[in-house]
């Protein structure tokens, strides 16, 4: 496979996970706009997050596979195809039950193309380090699509137009997208050791293995508490009154930019140090600003909520990396399926959790008092991992 070809594959994961951002994180922005629009709950509120997600689960767990079975470069396109008539839908109707059943088939594409990306990441890098320096460009990527997703619907509701139109551009970058995938020469399917086809069977198989879940459980973790952020950081900020009012009202766009920037900063990181010590400073970092807030409230929380950005950074890439690292790469596409089966899982049901404790005390704090134990329950996993290095064995092996 040429240079080019191999950069034209980078470049279309790099937008692929671009897109995805600028839909999925904008929801925090948008959430308060239903609220008010449809006099919702939180609670129901919430549904615009966690319909997506939950079907990203059931798409990575149950055609996770198909990456391996059919190739990357049919799943992506499959994908593709469903995502960008779901985001034309937002021009059908006007009612929230049409808007959460469109973002849920959204969420069934996006277990498809990102999965088989997640895989195709795989094939293009040829060792355990290279891959995780890899995943930290593309998550750098996914992190600037946060920026810019939310940044565009505060302009649209600025100036009077329809936060609908956001999906309406995602659906036409992805209809670009899906046109270049079909220009582009993929990989050939990697050839498997055994004589066992990709299915959901052997994806279930996978469920067993103890590397798979322990990446899914601390990914899921630190998902539970990065969610926290985007989903209700701005509906927590709304009730601040202190004198950095202007901070409060950026505190999403800086919290973006922050993890963007540590994401782009990661391959360095990297370098100096290992990956395991990393995770245990970053997850540490990360506990200690939402501790802050659990014990000064929303006058802290102005500050130490972005500030979180800056350690969340390089997280999620590295941990997945790691644990689709530890299996053979025919194997990745149904691995990715299985970490993203969680990711997602956790995606939906932490800001749920987090909605109904708010909804039952009255409070939205009381949602990130929650958040704060996620917090320490993944820095407590992190410790773990620093000292017991259980994957180390696996991840020189594969």
């Known amino acids: ?28 922005v948008i959430i308060p706009e239903l609220i008010s629009e449809y006099n919702l709950t939180m609670t129901q509120a919430s549904a615009f997050h966690y319909a997506p997600m939950i079907w990203i689960a059931i798409s990575g767990l149950c055609l996770g596979f198909l990456a391996d079975k059919i190739g990357h470069k049919p799943t992506i396109i499959i994908g593709f195809l469903l995502f960008s ?10 009612t929230f039950t049409l808007f959460v059943g469109l973002l849920s088939m959204i969420g069934l594409a996006i277990g498809l ?10 094939d293009l890098t040829p060792s355990s380090k290279a891959h995780t320096k890899t995943m930290n460009t593309v998550e750098g990527f996914f992190a600037v699509g946060a920026i810019v997703g939310p940044a565009i619907v505060s302009y649209m509701l600025v100036a009077g137009v329809s936060w609908k139109y956001l999906y309406l551009l995602a659906g036409a970058m992805c209809v670009l997208l899906c046109l270049a995938t079909f220009k582009v020469s993929f990989p050939a399917k990697t050839v498997k050791k055994s004589n066992e086809q990709a299915s959901f069977k052997q994806t279930l198989v996978m469920l067993k293995d103890k590397h798979a879940l322990g990446f899914s459980a601390a990914i899921g973790l630190y998902v539970a508490t990065e969610v926290a952020i985007y989903v209700w950081m701005p509906t927590l900020l709304k009730t601040y009154q202190g004198d950095w009012t202007l901070l409060a009202t950026y505190a999403l766009t800086i919290f973006f930019v922050l993890r963007a920037v540590g994401r782009f900063m990661a391959v360095w990181l990297l370098n100096l140090f290992s990956w395991q010590s990393v995770m245990l400073a970053l997850s540490s970092a990360i506990f200690l600003c939402y501790l802050a807030t659990y014990l000064f409230g929303v006058d802290a929380a102005v500050f130490t909520l972005p500030l979180s950005g800056l350690f969340m950074s390089m997280i999620y890439p590295t941990l997945n990396s790691k644990g689709i690292s530890c299996f053979e790469k025919h194997q990745h596409g149904s ?64």
């Open 1 to 28: 496979m040429t240079t080019h070809n191999l950069s034209t594959l980078r470049w279309l994961t790099y937008m692929m996970f671009f897109m995805f951002a600028m839909t999925s994180d904008a929801v925090g």
């Open 85 to 94: 008539v779901a985001c034309f839908g937002f021009t059908v109707g006007n």
């Open 113 to 122: 193309f990102k999965t088989a990306a997640l895989a195709l990441l795989g």
């Open 335 to 398: 691995v990715a399926g299985v970490i993203l089966f969680f990711t997602a899982l956790s995606a939906a049901v932490a800001p749920l959790l987090m909605g109904i404790v708010s909804d039952h005390f009255g409070h939205i704090e009381y949602g990130f008092a929650l958040a704060t134990g996620f917090a320490a329950l993944l820095m407590l996993g992190m410790l773990y991992n620093y000292f017991k290095d259980p994957a180390k064995a696996r991840l020189a092996h594969a």
